[in-house]
């Protein structure tokens, strides 16, 4: 479909409209390729018209000519319980004088699921009305899975929230830089933000943003504290929640996991960037030992398009605190307790709770719950209290708050005392920032890649000591086990005349193992770097940079993240039917399978009888 027209009639609007449809499931998106090209082509936008409701929902809007070329827009409608109807507006202000086209549309995911003769196991929920079996993870989260709202039925109005009535149990941090913001419809920026919640899925239902305009500079946070939890024990509580990251200058988003006030706790997930425009779920596994809160931290970026959205917070299998179980008594004003603190900002009880662990296991440090050896430093936390993985490297390091996560230097660590003197004219690598350059520093990054400032910290071999042919390593703790799909992600600056070389490698009991690297000028920016590591056990990532023939240039590293790490479970649910069992019941996606990688661990998947 296309209009092609010259016309000096002022407000025209050329509408197309699609059949009403009854209702759509909560995974639908809608997806078509335009085509917007002409010097005064104008502006159109996509309207949801829903039966009862007088004001449409913008769902997508082009301003002016994008180029002569066909353009492919993706569109999140989600769950629409009642009758509705979209609505293309093509809107001429005076002149027009260009082509605008559609093609190719396509609706996804859009029916509810079907009905099923059996519900069986005890991560499955069957629909009272629609006999649809669904997961049990969808139970209770705001959205209508089901189709006839059994999954919403009978849950605790404390342990959810749309934002449609305030904040319900949640409360803003006082000790944050501003306040969430509850809003209805778009945010007042363009190009950034929602256009809709998630709830309702139109411009009439509310949530939560974060603002990036002025008066708010970078890295400004805001946080949302939740309701106080009783300790998980055997359970495991899970927090589910929406979010919404559009725009050039999105920033971050984390949640942490804390039992103690005045503190962050412990990161449980973060996202950084600009995912696009629609919502996104998330599921978090939440385990503690003692009471606990979450805290939902927004960061400002470093504009004013950066808005970031939330919506439909919600928990299954949490049990709200009532202070009574409680050594410290009753929480004041919703604060967790108070505890003091050691010289190095830590609360590491000296010596280790009473405990039946072998030498060849670990002993947790708040329960003394023993775990095999093998289970300390792999990326997953098996201890309540995380102390397993608390000595060893950290998945994402960016090295803000002059913090090197784990990573240590062997060789300088093995020069004594009488020769520290001569340390500081080794080649070695040190944190560094742009503001500390000196002018003969050239080739030296001027700002950082996490925050792409001066102010900003980063790793960096300084080639002002030692001679040609010289290496610095600096190495992780001992990885005891990864997964299948393991890979370190980290970003590179090589800048300078005489630069030398950068190599990762794998160290392991006495083979050590080249697996990338890079030699000379890469250009004044950072690089990104993707190294794939896979399934290894007891080993070290070594990063080696190599001394080049001058002083001209220092090889930089930063934000340095080991991506899908923790090595595969068992589950105790049995394979889906998107999910391939592999010989040692480990369960994989079937788009795993032959894939040149051994997901299974004993290669399974890769067999040729598949």
């Known amino acids: 479909m296309f209009i092609l027209k010259t016309s000096n009639s002022i407000s025209q609007i050329a509408r197309l409209r699609s059949p009403k449809f009854r209702q759509a499931g909560s995974n639908c998106t809608l997806s078509f390729w335009y085509y917007s090209y002409g010097e005064s082509v104008g502006a159109a936008e996509l309207q949801l018209l829903v039966d009862g409701l007088q004001q449409p929902t913008v769902l997508w809007r082009t301003y002016y000519s994008e180029g002569n070329r066909w353009l492919r827009a993706a569109i999140q409608l989600g769950r629409l319980p009642r009758a509705f109807q979209l609505s293309l507006d093509k809107i001429s202000l005076g002149i027009y004088e260009g082509v605008s086209a559609i093609d190719d549309i396509r609706f996804e995911n859009c029916a509810l699921p079907p009905p099923a003769m059996t519900c069986e196991g005890p991560n499955r929920f069957w629909c009272r009305d629609t006999k649809a079996c669904i997961d049990r993870l969808l139970v209770c989260d705001l959205v209508d899975d089901c189709g006839d709202g059994s999954d919403e039925d009978a849950c605790d109005p404390d342990l959810h929230c749309d934002f449609e009535n305030g904040l319900c149990s949640w409360e803003q941090d006082v000790q944050d830089d501003f306040d969430w913001i509850r809003i209805r419809g778009p945010t007042p920026t363009v190009n950034t933000g929602p256009l809709k919640d998630h709830t309702t899925g139109t411009a009439r239902g509310h949530y939560l943003y974060l603002e990036s305009s002025e008066p708010r500079q970078f890295r400004d946070k805001a946080a949302l504290l939740s309701p106080l939890f009783s300790p998980s024990h055997n359970g495991t509580c899970v927090f589910r929640f929406h979010y919404h990251m559009f725009g050039k200058e999105v920033y971050k988003l984390s949640v942490f996991q804390r039992a103690v006030s005045n503190t962050k706790g412990w990161l449980l997930w973060y996202k950084f960037g600009n995912q696009e425009n629609r919502w996104i779920r998330q599921t978090l596994f939440i385990r503690s030992s003692k009471p606990f809160q979450i805290l939902v931290e927004g960061t400002v970026g470093d504009g004013f398009t950066g808005d970031i959205g939330l919506d439909d917070v919600s928990f299954l299998g949490c049990t709200l605190y ?44 708040a329960s003394g719950h023993c775990i095999q050896m093998i289970q300390k430093c792999d990326f997953r936390p098996d201890c309540s209290d995380k102390s397993d993985e608390s000595a060893c490297v950290m998945e994402v390091c960016d090295f803000e708050d002059k913090d090197l996560c784990g990573w240590h230097q062997p060789a300088l660590e093995q020069v004594s005392g009488n020769y520290s003197k001569h340390i500081k004219k080794t080649f070695k690598w040190q944190l560094g920032r742009g503001a500390n350059l000196y002018p003969e520093q050239e080739g030296s990054p001027l700002t950082d890649h996490t ?29 005891s086990l990864t997964g299948p799909r393991c890979k370190i992600i980290f970003w590179n600056h090589m800048n300078g005349s005489t630069i030398g070389s950068l190599e990762v490698l794998c160290k392991s009991s006495n083979k050590t193992s080249k697996l990338w690297t890079q030699s000379g000028s890469q250009g004044p920016q950072w690089n990104r770097a993707e190294v794939f590591l896979g399934i290894r056990s007891n080993f070290e990532v070594i990063f080696r940079a190599k001394h080049g023939v001058s002083y001209m240039g220092d090889v930089a590293v930063d934000d340095i993240t080991f991506e899908d790490c923790s090595p595969l479970l068992i589950s105790d649910k049995p394979c889906t039917s998107e999910e391939f069992m592999c010989a040692n019941e480990y369960c994989i996606p079937k788009n795993n399978l032959c894939d040149f990688v051994n997901d299974c661990e004993d290669n399974s998947d890769e067999s040729p009888s598949i």
């Open 322 to 365: 009532n202070g009574a179980q409680h050594p410290f008594g009753s929480f004041f004003k919703g604060n967790l307790p108070t505890i003091s603190t050691t010289t190095s900002g830590t609360s590491v009880p000296a010596t280790l709770p009473v405990n039946d662990c072998t030498e060849e296991e670990f002993v947790c440090r």
């Open 451 to 479: 925050t792409c400032t001066e102010e900003g910290w980063y790793l960096f071999a300084d080639s002002s000591n030692g001679e040609f042919g010289h290496t610095a390593d600096i190495a992780t703790p001992l990885i």
